[in-house]
């Protein structure tokens, strides 16, 4: 048995993260795959339990666990769309992937990016309130996007991607 996979997929809504996951990622790990799908925490939920409880269940239950979204969405939507604080704690973060490093758990994440055209193309017509305000403001997106880059950018953790070419 070789060791557990996890992998965070990173971006903002519309960018094409779970076609990513579902035509390119998918394809190259194990059969036994999770994808865990986060958005916003639901009620009665903590950040931990989005982004370590499950995720770390989930590991010794599959080959590989693939997030589409993780913590970095948490922060970055919380400060530019909640306007709040993120309930992240960068520390426990890093303390969850040297726990899996240890433990031979084999990690990395992608950052989904795309040009703000292909975005607003993809959200028309949603409903849903995040997505209504990023793909009407390019300011606000390139902001945000700026955001993902900055968290993700200075880490070996993360490689990006960009769709909609």
């Not at 990622?25 to 925490?41: A, K, S, W």
């Not at 370590?52 to 530019?80: C, K, N």
């Amino acid at each position: 048995m070789s060791a557990p996979i996890l992998v965070v997929v990173e971006g903002l809504d519309g960018v094409g993260k779970s076609t990513f996951i579902a035509n390119q990622l998918l394809p190259t790990l194990p059969e036994d795959t999770l994808v865990l799908h986060r958005g916003r925490i639901p009620e009665g939920r903590t950040w931990s339990d989005e982004y370590i409880t499950d995720p770390f269940r989930a590991l010794v239950e599959h080959d590989a666990v693939v997030m589409d979204r993780g913590w970095v969405s948490e922060q970055v939507y919380s400060w530019a769309i909640r306007n709040e604080p993120s309930k992240v704690n960068a520390h426990e973060i890093t303390h969850f992937l040297k726990v899996l490093d240890e433990a031979g758990v084999t990690t990395g994440g992608f950052l989904v990016t795309a040009p703000f055209e292909v975005v607003q193309e993809r959200l028309a017509g949603s409903e849903d309130d995040y997505d209504r305000r990023v793909s009407g403001d390019k300011d606000l997106y390139l902001r945000m996007e700026s955001m993902y880059r900055a968290l993700t950018g200075d880490c070996e953790f993360w490689a990006e991607i960009q769709t909609g070419d």
